[in-house]
C-alpha cells in the first residue's frame, strides 16, 4: 500500500512539474500582459519596454521558465504584480484559500442535504410528477449559469426581503477574531456567536448559488444508482425474506447506493474550485476564485501560476485519496 | 465502522474541536460590538478594486488614490467640484521670471498624524525621497517619472532639480525650466507630502525587484500624512479598509467618524448593495442605471467631463491616411451627434478638439466637423480612395469613463463609414490582452481604433502634448506626416512659455491648427463619469479629476 502510495505522488510531481511549465508558457503566450494592465493609456512602446525589461519580461521565455524554477525550488513563487501588488503569490493563496474551503465545504453540505434525499426520492417515485419535477429542477440548477442564480437570490433574499446580506464574508463593523479563516469556524472557537452567526448569513446565498453544480450531479448519481440497486437480486431476496420495507431501504438499498455518490462527491472538487471563480466573483467573497479572476484580468502572472497550481494540486490530491480509497476496497488496483 | 469505533472517533473529533476551542481566544472588547462608526456614522463606499498599497508614491490607479486622497495632502490642491489648483498645504507659491525656481509659502499649523511637524524641511525631504529612487522604486514610482522625466541618476534630464528650506515655513524648488506643468502637478495625489520619520521608519524606499513584480516595504501598509483621514486597517480576507477621522486636522474635520471602502468587483453587486443599504454610494454606475437609481432615491452626482474618447488614425499602418482628405472624410462622415445622444451617457458632449472646455487653452471658436455623408464622399473621391479598407478596432473587457461601452461606440462608427463606401475590417482585443500593446506599438498594428484619456491635471500638455509631443513615439504616427515634427515642436515650445496668458494663446492657436490643418485623429466625444449615493447621504461634491474628497460627506437619515 505504501509503495502504491508513494508511487503516486511522484507522478503526481511529475504532473505537477510539466503543468507548471505548461501554465508558465500559456500564460506568458497570451496576448498582453501585465504592463498594459500597469501602464493603460500612458503605455508608449518605450514605457513599455522599460518596464517589461524591470521585470524581467524582455527576457526568453525558457530563460524565464529556468529563473521561475530557481525561485520555486527555494519556495519563492514570486510576488503579485496586480491582485495584492508586493505580497507574496503564495501567501495570497493561503490567505484566500480558508474562505474558498469554508465557501466550498457549505456548498457541498447544501448539495449533499439536497441532493441525496431528493434523488431517493426521486427514484422511489420514478415517473411520478414528483420525479420529473425534481429531475427538471437539477437541470434548470445546473444550466442556469451561476452569475444569474446569484443576481436572483440576491434580489430576493438580499434586496427585496432584506434576510441576507448582499455578498461580502462579515459585516462591516463587526470586530471579530480571526484564527483560521474560516469564519463561521473562528467564531464557534472563540465564542463569539454573533460573528459566526454573521459569517453564517453572509455564506447562506454564495454557497446556495455554488451548490447548484454539485447538486445536480449528486442528485442524478443518486437517483440513479438507487434505480440500479432496487433492481438486484439482493433486494428481491431480502423483500422475499419479508424484511420490512425500512430496513431494506436503508440497509440495502441506500447504503449500497450511496458508494458510487461518495465517489463523485469526491470529485466534484474540481467542479467546485472552477464554479468558485464565478459565484466568489459576483458575492464579493475574497476567496481563490475571485483572486484567479483578478488575475486573469489584470494579466498577474506570479499570482495566476500559483492559484493554477495550487488548484491542480489540490484536484491531483483528492483524486489520489480517491484512488487509495478504492484500493482499499479493491486490493487487485494495488497491484496495477 | 462498528458502533463503538464509531463513538471512538466522534469523542476524538469533539476532544480534538474542544482542544482547538481552547487555543482560540477572543480578541475582542468588553462590549463585543467591535469597530463601529463613533458619533457620526460611517460612510462606506463600494470599490471596484483593491487598492494596490498605501503609498502614494508608487500607487497608479484610481482605486488607490481614492482612499490615499483621504488621508494625504499636496502643496496644492484642487477646488472641489472644478479642475482649479488652490492652496492646500502651501498657501502660496511664486516664481522667478525664468519660471526654474518657485518658492512656496507653507501653512504653519500642520502636524503630520504622527504627531511630526509639517515644515520646509519636510517638504524638501518628500522631494529629495521621491527624487532618489533605486532601479526598482523609478520603475514603479510612475508618476514622478511621467511628470518629472527622471530621478537623481539621471538629474540632468529631470524638470526637479532640487529642494531648499528658506525659512521654517518656506521652500524653493528648482527646476531644469519652465513648463505648464509646474507647479500644477504638484496636485497629484503622487506627490503627496508623508511624514518624513514615518518614511524614514518604514524604509519607504526600501522598494525591490522580486520577480516579475515588487516588493513593497513595511510603510507601504502603514501610510502617515496629513489629511481629514487617518488609516485605519484593511482587512484583507474581507476586503475592506477602514479610515479613521482625524480629530485633530488642521482645517475643517470630517463629518463622518470613519470611512469604509469596500471591495466589490461586480457591478451589478455594488447596485444591490446600494439598494440593500448596506453601502453608501459607488463610483462609475452604468449610465444605462442611472434614471433607475434615481427613481430609487439615490442621487447621481454627474462630474464635469475631463476626458476626450477619439478615433486614433495611424497612417504608418495604413499609408492612405496620410491624405488629409481621408482624414476629413472620415470625420465627416461620422455622425457624432448621434453617438453622443444614443451611447453616452446624459451630459455628454462633441468633441471639436482634443481637449475638453475645463481644461486652460481651450480654443472656444472652434466648430464641431459637421455630419456631411456627401462631403465625405467627395474627399474620398477627390483623393481617390474609393473603398478604401479600414483596419478598424476596438478593445473588449473594459469600460472607461470616456467609453463605457467600446462596443457599441464601434459599431456606430463603422455603420457610418460603411454609409459612405468605406470596408472597415474590424479587429478586437482585450484592454490588458494586446489591445493597447498594438495600438502603441512602433509602428501600431491598427489603421483606425478608439482610445481616451482623462486628464491628471489642468493642463492642455497633458492631453495635446501626450497625444502629439513625443514625436518617435506616440499612438498617431505623426512621425510619418510632415507637420509631425513641427507640432512636436511647437507643443515644447508652448509648453515653456512662462506667461500664463501667452501660453494660454499659444495652446489655443495649436489647437485650431490640430483640427484645422493637421488633423491627426478624430476627437469623438467628452463624457461626464458620475458616481452614485444612497439617501441620506451629503455633501459628495463631484469632481472632473474624480478626485472627490469625502470629508464634506455627512451621513444622516433619510
Known amino acids: 500500500m505504501l509503495r502504491f502510495v508513494v508511487r503516486r505522488l511522484l507522478q503526481m510531481l511529475g504532473v505537477l512539474l510539466v503543468l507548471s511549465f505548461l501554465v508558465f508558457v500559456w500564460l506568458r503566450s497570451l496576448p498582453g500582459g501585465p504592463v498594459s494592465a500597469l501602464l493603460g493609456e500612458r503605455q508608449t512602446e518605450a514605457r513599455r519596454q522599460a518596464l517589461e525589461q524591470a521585470l524581467g519580461l524582455d527576457q526568453p521565455l525558457p530563460v524565464q521558465y529556468v529563473r521561475f524554477m530557481q525561485r520555486a525550488f527555494s519556495g519563492d513563487f514570486g510576488v503579485s504584480t496586480q491582485v495584492l501588488p508586493g505580497e507574496d503569490a503564495l501567501d495570497i493563496f493561503l490567505t484566500r484559500l480558508p474562505a474558498t474551503l469554508e465557501l466550498s465545504f457549505f456548498a457541498l453540505v447544501i448539495a449533499i442535504a439536497l441532493g441525496i434525499p431528493l434523488g431517493y426520492v426521486a427514484a422511489r417515485r420514478k415517473g411520478t410528477p414528483l420525479d420529473t419535477a425534481t429531475v427538471i429542477f437539477s437541470l434548470v440548477g445546473v444550466a442556469v449559469p451561476v452569475f444569474f442564480t446569484a443576481f436572483l437570490l440576491k434580489y430576493f433574499f438580499a434586496v427585496e426581503w432584506n434576510l441576507l446580506p448582499v455578498s461580502g464574508r462579515q459585516s462591516i463593523g463587526l470586530d471579530a477574531t480571526r484564527v483560521t479563516g474560516l469564519f463561521v469556524l473562528d467564531g464557534i472557537l472563540t465564542r463569539e456567536w454573533d460573528a459566526a452567526w454573521d459569517a453564517l448569513k453572509h455564506l447562506v446565498l454564495p454557497s446556495l448559488a455554488l451548490a447548484t453544480i454539485p447538486f445536480a450531479v449528486v442528485f442524478r448519481i443518486t437517483r440513479a444508482s438507487v434505480l440500479d440497486v432496487m433492481d438486484e437480486d439482493y433486494v428481491r431476496t431480502a423483500e422475499a425474506k419479508g424484511l420490512t420495507a425500512r430496513v431494506i431501504r436503508g440497509r440495502h438499498v441506500l447504503r449500497n447506493a450511496m458508494l458510487p455518490v461518495v465517489t463523485t462527491v469526491g470529485l466534484q472538487v474540481g467542479a467546485l474550485l472552477s464554479g468558485a471563480v464565478l459565484t466568489e466573483t459576483v458575492f464579493s467573497w475574497r476567496g481563490v476564485g475571485q483572486a484567479l479572476a483578478e488575475g486573469f484580468l489584470q494579466k498577474d502572472y506570479p499570482v495566476l501560476q500559483v492559484l493554477i497550481m495550487a488548484a491542480a494540486a489540490i484536484y491531483v490530491l483528492v483524486n489520489l485519496l480517491v484512488d487509495i480509497t478504492y484500493a482499499l476496497i479493491d486490493p487487485r488496483i494495488r497491484t496495477r | 465502522m462498528s458502533r463503538k469505533r464509531s463513538v471512538a472517533a466522534w469523542t476524538t473529533a469533539v476532544l480534538a474541536a474542544a482542544a482547538l476551542a481552547g487555543c482560540a481566544e477572543s480578541d475582542r472588547d468588553d462590549d463585543g460590538s467591535g469597530g463601529g462608526g463613533g458619533d457620526d456614522g460611517t460612510f462606506v463606499f463600494g470599490a471596484a478594486g483593491a487598492p494596490e498599497m498605501f503609498d502614494p508614491f508608487y500607487a497608479t490607479d484610481g482605486e488607490t488614490f481614492r482612499i490615499t486622497r483621504q488621508m494625504f495632502e499636496g502643496l496644492l490642491g484642487i477646488e472641489p467640484g472644478s479642475a482649479e489648483v488652490v492652496p492646500e498645504l502651501a498657501t502660496e507659491w511664486e516664481s522667478n521670471e525664468e519660471g526654474t525656481e518657485w518658492t512656496f509659502t507653507l501653512r504653519d499649523d500642520v502636524t503630520f498624524h504622527d504627531g511630526e511637524p509639517f515644515n520646509a524641511e519636510a517638504v524638501c525631504y518628500n522631494f529629495e525621497r521621491m527624487f532618489d529612487q533605486n532601479d526598482a522604486g523609478q520603475t514603479a514610482g510612475e508618476y514622478w517619472g511621467y511628470v518629472m522625466g527622471a530621478f537623481s541618476n539621471d538629474a540632468e534630464n529631470s524638470l526637479y532639480q532640487g529642494c531648499e528650506a528658506t525659512g521654517e515655513f518656506e521652500a524653493v524648488i528648482s527646476t531644469s525650466g519652465p513648463t505648464s506643468g509646474f507647479p500644477t502637478m504638484l496636485t497629484l495625489e503622487s506627490l503627496s507630502m508623508q511624514s518624513p520619520k514615518a518614511l524614514e521608519e518604514g524604509d519607504a524606499n526600501g522598494i525591490a525587484a522580486e520577480g516579475e513584480g515588487f516588493s513593497f516595504p ?49 457591478e451589478s453587486t455594488r447596485r444591490q448593495e446600494l439598494e440593500a443599504g448596506s453601502i453608501n454610494g459607488y463610483d462609475l454606475p452604468n449610465p444605462v442605471d442611472w434614471a433607475g437609481l434615481e427613481e430609487d432615491g439615490n442621487s447621481v452626482e454627474v462630474r464635469d467631463p475631463f476626458n476626450i474618447l477619439y478615433l486614433g488614425l495611424n497612417p504608418e499602418a495604413n499609408p492612405q491616411l496620410e491624405d488629409l482628405r481621408v482624414r476629413q472624410a472620415i470625420y465627416h462622415a461620422l455622425n457624432r451627434e448621434q453617438l453622443v445622444q444614443t451611447q453616452l451617457p446624459e451630459g455628454a458632449a462633441v468633441a471639436t478638439q482634443f481637449m475638453p472646455d ?39 473587457e473594459v469600460s472607461r469613463p470616456y467609453m463605457p461601452d467600446p462596443q457599441k461606440i464601434y459599431e456606430a462608427l463603422r455603420t457610418d463609414l460603411e454609409a459612405v463606401g468605406i470596408n472597415v475590417k474590424v479587429s478586437t482585443a482585450s484592454w490588458n490582452g494586446g489591445y493597447l500593446d498594438n495600438v502603441s506599438g512602433e509602428p501600431g498594428k491598427y489603421d483606425a481604433y478608439i482610445l481616451g484619456w482623462t486628464g491628471d491635471y489642468d493642463s492642455a500638455y497633458n492631453f495635446i502634448g501626450t497625444f502629439f509631443g513625443n514625436l518617435k513615439d506616440n499612438d498617431f504616427g ?81
Request: charged share 25%; hydrophobic share 35%; no cysteine.
Open chain 2, 478 to 558: 505623426t512621425d510619418v506626416m510632415p507637420w509631425g515634427k513641427q507640432l512636436a515642436d511647437d507643443l515644447k515650445a508652448a509648453d515653456a512659455i512662462v506667461d500664463e496668458d501667452e501660453r494660454g494663446a499659444a495652446w489655443e492657436e495649436i489647437n485650431r491648427q490640430i483640427m484645422e490643418e493637421y488633423l491627426p485623429g478624430l476627437p469623438i466625444s467628452h463624457s461626464p463619469p458620475a458616481l452614485v449615493v444612497g439617501p441620506g447621504v451629503e455633501g459628495v461634491i463631484p469632481s472632473p479629476l474624480t478626485a472627490e474628497e469625502f470629508d464634506t460627506v455627512a451621513v444622516g437619515g433619510e
Open chain 2, 218 to 266: 513595511a510603510y507601504a501598509d502603514a501610510p502617515v500624512g496629513t489629511g481629514p483621514f487617518t488609516f485605519g486597517e484593511y482587512d484583507e480576507a474581507n476586503g475592506s479598509i477602514t479610515l479613521t477621522r482625524n480629530d485633530d486636522y488642521w482645517g475643517e474635520t470630517a463629518q463622518v467618524s470613519e470611512i469604509v471602502f469596500r471591495v466589490i468587483p461586480d
Open chain 2, 358 to 396: 475645463t481644461v486652460s487653452g481651450y480654443n472656444t471658436e472652434l466648430e464641431p466637423y459637421p455630419y456631411d455623408p456627401d462631403e465625405a464622399k467627395r474627399l474620398l473621391a477627390e483623393a481617390g480612395a474609393e473603398g478604401m479598407t479600414l483596419n478598424f478596432a476596438y478593445p473588449t
